[in-house]
């Protein structure tokens, strides 16, 4: 018997059972070699009064299958629920947050239409590392963590990233002019690492030029690597301009585990009603592919999907008031089409 590759998988919130159905229905119709192990996280279990919204068995799966295929998480309002997303990443060392930006202009309508650039988030440190007190009742604060150890990695990650995947430039955006010791340390070992890749052009802009950039010339930049919250909004902005939120997938990687996601979230304004995009979701998968060694797979699934919008099929967020489908009969356009060169 052939070996499939264990996969814990969480359907999620909101329209992740949706999105997630259709995107594990493509994969099982494209041949992929995975074993899904499902797991219970999120809404339900927050609400049955565990304020982590996992359970332990769901540890247990994530440590020994060590790939996770996730679907958004709708994190309750109030009571103190903490962001499962944090923890996660958190708990299981995923460092590195890759989220690929490009346009299919003319098969998506965007501005930006030669855009192809990778942004790398520093995933554990930064504002997120959970430094928050309150000082007086009037007078709360939060800090700002950056390590050498922490930073030295990730940058590290992105020249690899991009030597691996023959990206030409690396540019790195702080704002190290107002934050001299933390965002200083970053844009340094930027500078640093940077001496080992002489092979890959490097620039670095101030975080707030560099996203202005980012919306005005996004064809201009290749690989991006920042801090955690620079990375969370800059990564949104360089998604919505390709023509939709629905249409980018990530990868948080860590050492040992991997976890692959949509960017966008639950997006309950729209759940069970059929008609989410799985796109960001299927690009997750396609990353996780790549990930545990089946790239022909992921390349198969890749080209489908290409066709498919080449073939004028969309979902509703991308049709700009044109024909629509829904969720699985997108899925099922894209199965079609395994085989199909875009
Ligand atoms: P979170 O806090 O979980 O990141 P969010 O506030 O960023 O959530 P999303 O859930 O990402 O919000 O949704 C933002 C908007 O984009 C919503 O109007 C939603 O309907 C839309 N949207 C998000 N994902 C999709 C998708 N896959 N297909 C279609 N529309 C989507
Ligand atoms: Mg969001």
């Not at 930006?101 to 990778?118: C, D, G, I, Q, R």
Request: hydrophobic fraction near 40%; charge should be negative; glycine fraction near 10%.
């Amino acid at each position: 018997m052939t070996y499939k590759q264990p996969v814990t998988i969480a359907r999620g919130d909101g329209i992740g059972p949706e999105i997630m159905d259709a995107t594990l229905r493509i994969l099982e119709c494209a041949g992929a070699m995975i074993q899904p192990e499902f797991i219970d996280i999120g809404e339900s279990v927050y609400l049955s009064g565990n304020t982590s919204g996992i359970p332990e068995e769901a540890w247990e799966s994530l440590r020994r299958t060590k790939v996770f295929l996730k679907g958004p998480i709708t994190t309750p309002q109030g009571g103190g629920y903490k962001s499962l997303n944090v923890t996660i990443r958190k708990t299981l060392g995923l460092y590195a947050n890759v989220r690929p930006n490009v346009s299919y202009a003319p098969f998506v309508e965007t501005k930006h239409p030669n855009m192809n650039l990778v942004i790398i988030r520093e995933n554990e440190e930064d504002l997120y590392a959970g430094i928050e007190h309150q000082q007086t009742p009037e007078v709360v604060q939060c800090l700002k963590l950056i390590t050498r150890p922490g930073t030295e990695k990730i940058v590290r990650y992105a020249f690899e990233y991009a030597r691996k995947n023959n990206r030409k430039k690396v540019t790195c955006f702080t704002k190290d002019n107002i934050m001299k010791l933390t965002d200083g340390l970053f844009h340094k070992v930027f500078k640093e690492v940077a001496k080992e890749y002489p092979e890959i052009a490097t620039e670095h802009w101030i975080i707030d030029i560099g996203m202005a950039k980012i919306a005005d010339a996004p064809q201009d930049f290749d690989v991006i690597v920042m801090p955690n919250l620079y990375g969370d909004i800059a990564s949104d902005v360089a998604a919505q301009l390709t023509g939709s939120v629905g249409l980018a997938g990530s990868a948080n990687i860590g050492d040992q585990i991997a976890m692959f996601e949509a960017i966008h979230g639950s997006a309950p304004d729209i759940a069970g009603k059929g008609i989410a995009n799985p796109s960001g979701l299927i690009h997750g998968a396609i990353m996780m592919l790549v990930h545990i060694g089946q790239p022909e797979v992921a390349a198969r699934i890749h080209n489908a999907w290409l066709k498919t919008l080449e073939d004028g099929i969309h979902t509703v967020d991308i049709a700009k008031g044109g024909r629509s489908v829904g969720t699985m009969e997108f899925a099922e356009a894209v199965i079609q089409r395994l085989g199909q060169q875009p």
